[in-house]
């Protein structure tokens, strides 16, 4: 096992130097900000930083100070050093890529207390300073040997990172005429607002009006550039909605502060409603940090108990979303307990006989297989063990799960266990419906509405 020693202060000589070599990253950039909670945009914003002095992303000078403790922590003196002051000058800047070589040397040693005074040097790639500066340390005075501790490997999540990249995809698209039921707390009406600053949406708020200049009063937002038509309470909210949608006032709904039920039995209502010839659904669109691509789940929130004819019209669906992000040909797996088929869980028949489905054609643009278990859905490794040759394991974009139930657990845990970030939409209405949780953040919120968009405007390319 390799050990990790140090100098005892007599064993330290004048002229003494230690030194490491370290090429910084972005990730070294953005874990130190994590660490240290400095956000400066210097740092991590690549635009702004194109503006400033230096003209691009540089580390925060402490990173350059903290590579000089490491060389004091565990080299010289190393082990039992106890850090006294330290005085350092920044002579250049440090980007993403340069190499930098830290070194200290001996300059004073002061018997009585033990101390070493080091002179600190930074140099990179090119032999230019950019560090210099001195560094005051209580030197060890017995000899300590230890085993090397060997740290864990640190991944970077940056969560909503997909929604981001949806957002990107809407330049350049106008914003779709949007009427936001009850928005009367401050989280879906923020929600709202913040989708109209980025151009996604326009808001037409529909609801009892003082509850809603209420909400905005609590978040300190300015209604003035936007349209409000006045309800006496939800349930009105949902059915004038519904009803601006069917006359082509409004190009989608976006859920506000009601509950799921309320405003799907206006969208569903036979003669007043939304409805067409395809059954309707939902997707939750999740951006699920460690999923190496996106993942959309379907049905956890309409559709309890799907036949197998609601089941196809619920994958039609979410491939047809798909389509519209940008997902040509979307691979689904149709979610089972198992990956063979038996006759003791209908769930493995409707996944054979959908599967045939896509053979004849009565299924289309997607690759399906199942039925699946999860594991063998999203790893491959898992797949190879259980010997299943598929076109989709380990690689799919939609898991159709056998019921609401099934759906929600998955999503809830991949939301509470894995750090996804969750978006919602309704398929298969006359426009999209926006269906955020009541817990839903504002990213969230917006990659559902960049969702809406895209699929407003995909259909509106295909007709």
Known sequence: MELIENRTFDEIKLGDTA???????????ELFAIMSG??????????????????R?????????????TVLGTQLPGPGTVYVDQSLHFQGAIGSGDTITVTVKVRE???????????????????????????????PIEKISRPRIALSEVELWQKGRRYE??????????????????????PSLLGAVEAARINLIKPVLVGPEPRIRAAAALAQLDLAPYEIVPTEHSEAAAAQAVAM??????EALMKGDLHTDELMHAVVDAEYGLRTARRLSHVFAIDAPDYPRPLFITDAAINIYPTLADKRDIIQNAIDLAHALGIPEPRVAILSAIEVVTEKIKSTLDAAALCKMADRGQITGGILDGPLAFDNAVSAESARTKGIISPVAGRADIFVVPDLEAGNMLAKQLEYLAEAQM????????????????????????????IALLLARHKGTKT
């Not at 207390?113 to 005051?136: L, P, S, W």
């Not at 949608?245 to 409004?250: D, M």
Request: aromatic share 4%; charged share 20%; hydrophobic share 45%.
């Open 19 to 29: 030194s490491l070599v370290r090429t910084l990253t972005y990730k070294d950039i």
């Open 38 to 55: 400095d956000i400066n945009p210097t740092h991590l914003d690549d635009a702004f930083a194109k503006s400033n002095t230096f003209h």
């Open 57 to 69: 992303v540089v580390a925060h000078g402490m990173w350059s100070g903290a590579l000089i403790s």
């Open 109 to 139: 040693k002061i018997e009585q207390t033990h101390r070493v005074i080091f002179d600190c040097r930074a140099v990179n790639q090119n032999a230019e300073e950019v560090v210099t500066g001195t560094a005051d340390v209580m030197a």
């Open 165 to 186: 990249l949806l957002i990107k995809m809407t330049h350049g698209l106008d914003p779709i005429r949007t009427a936001v039921v009850h928005p009367v707390d401050v």
């Open 245 to 250: 949608a069917r006359t082509g006032k409004v």
């Open 423 to 450: 978006a919602g939409i309704v398929l298969g209405a006359r426009v999209p419906i926006i269906l955020t949780s009541r817990s839903d953040g504002t990213l969230a919120r917006l990659g559902s509405c960049a």
